[in-house]
């Protein structure tokens, strides 16, 4: 794929709270209408028509600074507006994930003529997509792709975004083995971005596999990623708080469909019909399942509105490495407690609906496989593990990772 270019329109600048999420429901009512389709095509069909309606929404620029043009929203915002659209289709609502990272990454870091040229760019529609994890190595964060003269040279994977990208952030080693971010154009000669993504859910993310062949970078749009995490950062937690929201609107897009089955759809057991029961909503164990996970929802989503209360209070900056704890050990517990939530409700659906739920031509299952597979991204037990090592023994979390 080459050529991509910014939406040929004029792109709002969503400057409050209220326009950012009115704007988020209008990109999530443009995405109920294929989510079916999409998650069935996978990576066989790019979902570019909804990708381009969410670049032109001015979604894209809500963390953007205002010194930079931007309106500079907090996470409160960027958690209800992920929320939002996950509750729809969760695959598309990651697309932008590593694009929010970014974005916080050169508001701290970026030079001045990085700003004004990658800032210019995503106001104006631009996306910025990654190219980070490998394979191969210890970890996916066991580094091989290299910088050396000016030019990379590497393969990454997972690369959530770059398809459809205008930018590709690349994480490599320079000359000198220091962890750099380079900001890759995705139309850039050496640059190809594979659709060999195929997975058990979030399929339409097609977070294929990026090879960079002898890319000449503009040393301009190169900086030095190893001192973001070098001091206290809420750059881990504010990703983090993404992925949360994602889990969050998985657990909420299935009570949906589940609430919706039950009411319109689902017939009461023989047994709940011996027992009274006129309708599958009459089943006192279904009351009981269905208000059990209603109650759960709830509390996912208070969690999330919590983490991000949070991390608007210790801001992008945070004074110290305690507070900067504190921001990521509040995502932490969020995106364990949403991840769990998400997987048992979307299974819940079925037994709540009946046999009948499970036919194809409905996709319930989609709920449970995007939740399932998204779920995974990184471990649970260990954000339980740093929140309990906090409270019993006052063990900072390691500044590094991204809980």
Same mark, same amino acid.
């Given at each position: 794929?080459?050529?991509?270019?910014?939406?040929?329109?004029?792109?709002p600048?969503?400057?409050?709270?209220? +326009?950012? /999420?009115?704007?988020?429901? $209008?990109?999530?009512?443009?995405?109920?209408?294929?989510?079916v389709?999409?998650?069935?095509?996978?990576?066989?069909?790019?979902?570019a028509?909804?990708?381009?309606?969410?670049?032109? =929404?001015? *979604?894209?620029a809500?963390t953007?600074?205002?010194?930079?043009?931007?309106?500079?929203?907090?996470? $409160?915002?960027?958690?209800e507006?992920?929320?939002?659209?996950?509750?729809?289709?969760p695959? #598309?609502?990651?697309?932008?994930?590593?694009?929010?990272?970014?974005?916080?990454?050169l508001?701290?870091?970026?030079?001045?003529?990085?700003?004004?040229?990658?800032?210019? %760019? /995503?106001?104006?529609g631009?996306?910025?997509?990654?190219?980070?994890?490998e394979?191969?190595?210890q970890?996916?964060?066991?580094?091989?792709?290299?910088?050396?003269?000016?030019?990379?040279?590497?393969?990454k994977?997972?690369?959530?975004?770059?398809?459809?990208?205008?930018?590709?952030?690349?994480?490599?080693?320079?000359?000198?083995?220091?962890?750099?971010?380079a900001?890759?154009?995705?139309d850039?000669?050496?640059?190809?971005v594979?659709?060999?993504? %195929?997975? *058990?859910?979030?399929?339409?993310?097609?977070?294929?596999?990026?090879?960079?062949?002898?890319?000449?970078?503009?040393?301009?749009l190169?900086?030095?990623?190893?001192?973001?995490? +070098?001091?206290?950062?809420?750059?881990?937690?504010?990703?983090?708080?993404?992925?949360?929201?994602? +889990? /969050?609107? #998985?657990?909420?897009?299935?009570?949906?469909?589940?609430?919706a089955?039950?009411? &319109?759809?689902a017939?009461?057991?023989?047994e709940?019909v011996?027992?009274?029961?006129?309708?599958?909503?009459?089943?006192?164990?279904?009351?009981?399942?269905?208000?059990?996970?209603?109650?759960?929802?709830?509390?996912?989503?208070? *969690?999330?509105?919590?983490?991000?209360?949070?991390?608007?209070?210790i801001?992008? &900056?945070?004074? %110290?490495?305690?507070?900067? $704890?504190?921001?990521?050990?509040?995502?932490?517990?969020?995106?364990?407690?949403?991840s +769990?939530? $998400?997987?048992?409700?979307? @299974?819940?659906?079925?037994?709540l609906?009946?046999?009948? @739920?499970?036919? @194809?031509?409905?996709?319930?299952?989609?709920?449970?496989?995007?939740?399932?597979?998204?779920?995974?991204?990184?471990?649970?037990?260990?954000?339980?593990?740093?929140?309990?090592a906090?409270?019993?023994? %006052?063990?900072?979390?390691?500044?590094? =990772?991204?809980?």
């Amino acid at each position: 794929m080459s050529g991509v270019s910014l939406p040929a329109v004029s792109i709002p600048v969503l400057s409050t709270h209220a +326009e950012a /999420v009115a704007a988020a429901h $209008a990109v999530a009512e443009a995405l109920a209408q294929d989510v079916v389709a999409r998650d069935r095509a996978g990576s066989e069909v790019v979902p570019a028509e909804v990708l381009a309606t969410l670049d032109a =929404s001015g *979604l894209l620029a809500i963390t953007v600074p205002r010194a930079n043009g931007g309106p500079e929203l907090g996470m $409160a915002t960027l958690a209800e507006v992920t929320r939002i659209l996950a509750a729809v289709d969760p695959a #598309i609502a990651q697309v932008p994930q590593a694009h929010y990272l970014f974005v916080d990454v050169l508001a701290v870091w970026g030079s001045e003529q990085q700003c004004a040229r990658l800032f210019g %760019d /995503v106001l104006a529609g631009a996306r910025i997509g990654n190219a980070l994890a490998e394979r191969g190595g210890q970890h996916a964060q066991d580094l091989k792709v290299r910088i050396a003269g000016g030019v990379l040279d590497g393969t990454k994977y997972y690369c959530t975004g770059a398809l459809t990208a205008r930018w590709i952030a690349v994480s490599a080693l320079d000359d000198d083995g220091r962890l750099v971010a380079a900001f890759v154009a995705r139309d850039a000669p050496g640059v190809t971005v594979d659709r060999d993504w %195929d997975v *058990l859910g979030q399929r339409a993310t097609i977070s294929g596999t990026a090879k960079f062949d002898s890319v000449a970078l503009d040393p301009a749009l190169v900086l030095d990623y190893a001192h973001a995490y +070098e001091v206290p950062q809420q750059l881990g937690a504010r990703a983090q708080l993404v992925h949360a929201a994602i +889990e /969050v609107g #998985i657990a909420g897009g299935a009570l949906r469909d589940t609430r919706a089955y039950l009411r &319109e759809k689902a017939r009461p057991s023989t047994e709940a019909v011996r027992a009274g029961a006129a309708v599958a909503a009459d089943d006192p164990h279904v009351l009981h399942r269905y208000g059990r996970a209603a109650t759960r929802v709830r509390a996912a989503e208070a *969690l999330l509105a919590d983490a991000a209360a949070a991390l608007d209070a210790i801001g992008l &900056e945070p004074a %110290d490495a305690e507070a900067a $704890a504190r921001g990521s050990l509040a995502v932490a517990g969020a995106k364990a407690f949403a991840s +769990e939530v $998400a997987v048992e409700v979307s @299974s819940e659906l079925f037994q709540l609906c009946g046999t009948s @739920s499970t036919a @194809s031509k409905y996709d319930l299952d989609r709920h449970w496989r995007n939740a399932r597979t998204h779920s995974v991204h990184d471990p649970l037990d260990w954000k339980y593990h740093h929140i309990a090592a906090y409270e019993l023994a %006052d063990v900072l979390p390691p500044n590094h =990772s991204q809980l």
